[in-house]
């Protein structure tokens, strides 16, 4: 029963989920922690830092790594939540891959009507929407602790996120390398 929710939820997810991975992150959030509880909060935060540091796209991994823990945290073993990581990513893709197929040829043809560059006009702040919501999500105590819990972790999570923010942003440096950064500074910290 678990593996058809799991493939219903995470096909809902995939056909609504406008603005690629970043902006499924808060569907998948709402789905897997607060509706169906299959995850909790840190456990998604982890999901995340593992989606954004492994290759392939972040909804995609994310999927997968949520497939397998819903699954182990039911109960079941390591084979079973294997399976559980495939049904979560091919039911993620699965409605692309057929939305793809059905509406490449028309959207070729009538990419240039006015029709449909006033629904990308509309879309376009709906994704902006989404990634912010994800990014928001992102901004809990597991990640940033609180002024009160750890002042010293908490200012020092917003150092680095500021200083990801600016160095991406506006010095334009690569991301790869503002990760591998951020990850010196937490070892740093350690000592």
Aim: proline content about 4%; aromatic content about 12%.
């Amino acid at each position: 029963m678990i593996f058809l929710s799991l493939f219903i939820t995470f096909f809902e997810i995939g056909l609504f989920g406008f603005g690629g991975g970043y902006g499924m992150l808060s569907l998948i959030q709402h789905e897997t922690v607060e509706t169906h509880h299959w995850l909790s909060t840190s456990e998604f935060t982890d999901i995340v830092a593992i989606s954004q540091m492994t290759p392939g796209p972040i909804g995609i991994n994310s999927a997968t790594y949520c497939g397998y823990t819903a699954i182990h945290n039911a109960g079941f073993g390591n084979t079973m939540a294997i399976l559980g990581s495939v049904t979560a990513t091919f039911a993620l893709v699965l409605p692309s891959l057929i939305l793809m197929i059905l509406i490449s040829k028309m959207f070729m043809k009538y990419m240039n009507t006015p029709l449909v560059q006033s629904v990308f006009k509309g879309l376009r702040p709906a994704v902006v929407g989404l990634l912010a919501a994800a990014t928001l999500l992102l901004c809990n105590k597991e990640n940033f602790s609180t002024p009160s819990e750890n002042p010293w972790q908490f200012w020092i999570s917003c150092a680095l996120l500021a200083s990801t923010a600016f160095g991406t942003g506006y010095l334009k440096i690569n991301p790869i390398h503002m990760i591998c950064y951020a990850g010196l500074a937490g070892l740093l910290l350690l000592y």
